[in-house]
């Protein structure tokens, strides 16, 4: 780590100042544990939390001593507080001062000691204010068009306004009103907002960072007859790939018991509908696909649960099924459902699913989420009782191979799938866990017990 009198004077803070009010309220600070007092300090008592992410028994987590600076799982390795807020990687550098301003937060303790001016991030600010101006466009009489659009897909016209949408200005007001307030002609160049000739009068949002600082915008035509290629347009210059899901920033600035759950759509579009209907803990990942760097960092924010809630078509159940591979490729991930796509019945996508219908439809459908390592196994096997036995074994095959692959932190959501499979295929999940256990589990026997020729070889070398 850096030395100098601003990281000293950070860690000096959490030492001396986090640290022991954290052991004082340590069940507070972190609830997902169920710490309770114990005569050395606190246990913990979540069974599902502690199997979930770290793969063991509640009692053999314990957080003890005066000031703990993390806690110990019997019989293995101690986790920092810092590491664990920050997915598991002990953090250096600024995310070690956002980690200690995070554990800071949980245990009540005033930031004021450590709060400092950060250097202005110039392109930034240029968009936040290039936004500003876009929705107070849309509200406009030059907007009527965009929000008669709005209208007709949908949206309640009380809330179009308090959406997050924006609407593209004309470059002249653009490069006018952003020089007036103090930006220069090379400034508006590199933050590219005046690059594309196509943006004028399409509808934008901004995409933010987990600090609710924008990353990019996109832009949408009106007319939803636009080819595919040309209906969305993102800022040119201005990746996404390190950007978190579409309206993440919204649910992580909730408390932090509102945001431990949290629904992935597809398309940003999506996100807005369902705000607009008050449905607040969804964000959009703004294509088909997301990588398990994406379910590390929700892990690290705090999101407990993920459930994925993509387009029902062929392009939105091969993205679910990849994400869920992903998530468990993934070091550290939420827990991830998956809503069907045939559950959305007639309906294409969520924005469209919520149209017509009222918010408890909403909550109706999220409640046939299934398992997502049980529902890509099914996925997998694509069989029926019905089918001839040879289908059957050999589906089992496939989801079993894939099943043997998964983590340990996964056993539970494992045991899960092979129930449902056995159901599925017409056998008992008794049979179907040796088979699978023998066949894709078992651990090579030359890595159980040294073959005699191993022996032998060894014997001769003395």
């Not at 509640?58 to 101690?78: D, K, N, T």
């Not at 998530?327 to 017509?356: I, M, N, T, W, Y």
């Amino acid at each position: 780590m850096e030395s100098g009198p601003e990281r000293v004077r950070v860690t000096d803070f959490y030492t001396e100042t986090v640290l022991p009010a954290l052991a004082e309220r340590l069940d507070g600070a972190f609830p997902e544990f169920g710490w309770r007092r114990d005569a050395r300090g606190w246990v913990a008592t979540n069974e599902e939390h502690t199997h979930a992410r770290l793969g063991v028994r509640a009692q053999r987590v314990v957080a003890h001593g005066p000031a703990p600076r993390g806690f110990l799982i019997h019989g293995g390795e101690p986790t920092l507080w810092t590491a664990y807020v920050n997915g598991g990687r002990v953090p250096r550098g600024q995310e070690f001062v956002r980690a200690v301003e995070e554990i800071a937060r949980r245990a009540g303790v005033d930031l004021a000691p450590i709060e400092r001016v950060a250097p202005r991030d110039l392109r930034a600010d240029l968009l936040e204010d290039f936004f500003v101006l876009s929705q107070r466009e849309l509200v406009t009489e030059r907007g009527a068009e965009a929000r008669a659009y709005l209208e007709r897909r949908g949206f309640p016209q009380d809330a179009i306004d308090t959406t997050g949408f924006g609407l593209v200005p004309a470059p002249g007001n653009t490069r006018w009103l952003l020089k007036r307030a103090g930006y220069r002609e090379a400034e508006l160049a590199a933050a590219g907002i005046l690059a594309d000739s196509r943006w004028p009068g399409m509808l934008c949002g901004a995409w933010r960072n987990e600090y609710g600082r924008i990353g990019t915008l996109w832009a949408r035509a009106l007319d939803d007859a636009e080819s595919a290629g040309t209906r969305y347009l993102y800022l040119r210059g201005a990746s996404r790939t390190n950007l978190p899901p579409y309206g993440l920033s919204d649910v992580l600035a909730r408390t932090s018991d509102a945001r431990r759950k949290i629904v992935l759509v597809e398309g940003v579009m999506d996100v807005h509908q369902l705000r607009a209907r008050g449905i607040e803990n969804v964000a959009a990942v703004g294509g088909t696909s997301i990588s398990p760097l994406t379910f590390e960092r929700l892990h690290r924010l705090g999101i407990e649960m993920v459930t994925l809630c993509l387009d029902n078509d062929d392009a939105g159940r091969g993205a679910a099924a990849r994400a869920v591979v992903n998530s468990a490729r993934a070091r550290h991930s939420p827990e991830v459902c998956v809503v069907d796509a045939e559950q959305l019945g007639r309906a294409k996508d969520p924005d469209e699913f919520v149209r017509s219908r009222e918010p408890a439809a909403w909550r109706e459908l999220l409640e046939t989420r299934t398992c997502g390592i049980a529902w890509r196994a099914l996925e997998l096997a694509a069989v029926t009782r019905e089918s001839p036995a040879l289908e059957r074994r050999a589906a089992l095959a496939r989801a079993g191979q894939w099943l043997g692959t998964l983590p340990p932190r996964l056993a539970l959501q494992q045991e899960e799938a092979v129930q449902v499979l056995a159901e599925r295929c017409g056998y008992s999940s008794e049979a179907v866990a040796r088979s699978f256990r023998a066949r894709f589990w078992a651990v090579p026997e030359r890595e159980r017990q040294p073959t005699e020729s191993r022996i032998v070889g060894r014997t001769l070398e003395r």
